[in-house]
C-alpha cells in the first residue's frame, strides 16, 4: 500500500544524496530542490554532491555546515565548484544573505556561490582571489565524465 501523508504524521523526502529520508521541513524541501537542480539541470554527478557539508574540511578555521556542495576533482584531490546555501521560502535573499556568500567565498575557494530560498536565487562566480561577480545561474558541470 503505498504511503500517505496526514496532518499528524510528519512528511519525510528521500534525499539521494545522503540515501535517506530526512523530515521535509520548508528549508529541506529547498535543499532537496537544489540538489535535484544539480543533478539534472547542471549534471552535476552524484558521487561529487554532499549535503550537509561540514565546512571545517574545506576552511579548518570555520564553523558550520554548506548545505550542497558540487566538487570537481583537482590537485590531487577534490575541490568545491559550487556551494548553495538554502533558506526558507519565508527567509529574504538579500544584503544580508549576500555578505553571508561573501564570507564563504572567503573561507572555501569555490568558483560558484549561491543562496535561495526556492523562489529568489542570488548567484555569484568568483572573480580572482577576493572578488566576486553576480551572474544569472549556474552553468553546466564542467568536471570529468564518470
Avoid at 504511503?3 to 528549508?27: G, H, N, S, W
Avoid at 549534471?43 to 549535503?51: N, S, Y
Avoid at 584531490?77 to 538554502?86: D, H, K, Q, S, T
Amino acid at each position: 500500500m503505498p504511503e500517505f501523508e496526514d496532518a499528524e504524521r510528519p512528511a519525510f523526502l528521500f534525499d539521494p544524496i545522503r540515501q535517506k529520508k530526512v523530515l521535509a521541513t520548508p528549508e529541506e524541501k529547498v535543499r532537496q530542490a537544489v540538489v535535484h537542480y544539480f543533478l539534472t539541470a547542471l549534471e552535476v554527478p552524484a558521487r561529487l554532491i554532499a549535503v550537509e557539508f561540514d565546512i571545517r574540511r574545506l576552511a579548518p578555521q570555520a564553523k558550520g555546515r554548506l548545505d550542497v556542495v558540487a566538487f570537481v576533482p583537482g590537485g590531487g584531490g577534490l575541490r568545491a565548484w559550487a556551494i548553495a546555501e538554502c533558506k526558507a521560502p519565508d527567509i529574504a535573499i538579500d544584503d544580508k544573505t549576500a555578505r553571508q556568500l561573501e564570507r564563504y567565498l572567503a573561507l572555501v575557494q569555490s568558483r560558484f556561490i549561491m543562496a535561495t530560498n526556492g523562489t529568489v536565487t542570488l548567484t555569484l562566480e568568483r572573480e580572482g582571489e577576493i572578488g566576486f561577480r553576480r551572474i544569472d545561474s549556474l552553468p553546466k558541470y564542467g568536471g570529468p565524465p564518470l
